[in-house]
């Protein structure tokens, strides 16, 4: 039986958190929309620092927005209806697409009832107005301290009457006694919604697979309905920041004429995926450095965005990076910064109504700019173009407070706005350190060649190797899930 509205659902669970949900529904929207069904995706509840604006000002995860854009979506609201971004104290509360208050773990469970309204409206919308929904779980549905509290997993499953397909890592290992330990966690009527499963980021030969698979079948009358290969170039953006535990470390022959780009890993860090094209760049060298001598031998450093400006300034200055970014720029390299990392640049940090933890503090002091936390998050996509010169790029904002020059200070950027150019972001006198609140403009070619000075050899486009990877994404599981047993699931056969 269909769920609300016209829609079919298909719901992807997993065994636990970083197994690949979100790549795969991402892949499931590209292959179902590559078959002509009007697909689109939808997670009700997403924990992450890494965010995107809609058309319409709203924020989202950006896992949703990939999603949208693997389904050829423009991204929405309804796609992703709660975001919790985790900050000092709690999290910031994120309801369709707007601040709706920042509370504790207990508080957000007390104040289900409203949350699962949102979750629900937003699910009616996307279902009346398309033919298939594909929803992504959130870490595991069998956490017998949150199942009834459940605002991601099984009550979606229930809310859209879809059936469920667990996944798994099996190269994490302990995947078949995680599938069986799953269902055997699970309330008689939340097991019968999983219909299959599905391996994901399998290395070898599958023959090898067969008694396991065989077993797991036996054991839980359930079908496997596809074993995916590991994909180990995949070059998407990570939704969590596990993944950066992983990231280039780079001495590879290939990289001996890159630019080395070094990203200060902050413990707030938010909007990494602004660096996914350096990863994905041949004429760059990208690591992400945790301690101050990792920054040996950058020629480039960003301090990155953060969803606790004031807390990561102090660790910059407990940690030793605060002097070792300083002496960077006064051995010549170059220093830039994005959103909050914008912010730790300047010469202060002004907290007066405590949006995060009040107080002033002095910045490094490396930008004549002054940084006051104001109510009115700013949250706005943005074409612009470099002060300097050079075509336009497309953006977005997501920021708290308003960044002012001391002085005569010249923008890094111009956003068109109103026939105009609005300044935003500064650049220092000897264009060595720049600061910017545009997120994404790292994707477009000629901004890394100016900002990184990656020379020539960067021509890498970015947005055109997302589209790529969701074509290449949707051919492997053409090739290594049972795709008539999806449908057939779902209602589409």
Partial sequence: MRGLGRAAALMIQGTGSHVGKTVLVAALCRLFRGAGRDVVPFKAQNMALNAYVTAAGGEIGWAQAMQAEAARLEPAVEMNPILLKPQTGGSQVIVHGRVWATLSAADYYRRRAELWDAVAAAYRRLAAAHELVVIEGAGSPAEPNLMASDLANMAVARLARAPVVLVGDIDRGGVFASFVGTLALLGRLDRRRVRGFLLNRFRGDRALLAPALEFLERRTRRPVLGVVPYLADLRLPEEDS????????????????????AVVRLPHIANFTDFAPLAADPAIRLRYAGRPEELEGAQVVIIPGSKDTPADLRWLRATGFAAALRAHVAAGGRLGGICGGFQMLGLSVEDPEGFEGGGSLDGLGCLPVRTVLEAGKVTRRVRARLAAGGPAFEAYEIHLGRTRPEGDVAPLALVEEDGAGRPDGAVSADRRVWGTYLHALLDAVHVRQALLRAGSGSRLDYRAIREREYDRLAALLRRHVDLKALETLVGLR
């Fill in 242 to 261: 596990v993944a950066l535990e992983e990231s280039p470390s780079g001495d590879a022959a290939g990289w001996r004429d890159a630019v080395t780009v």
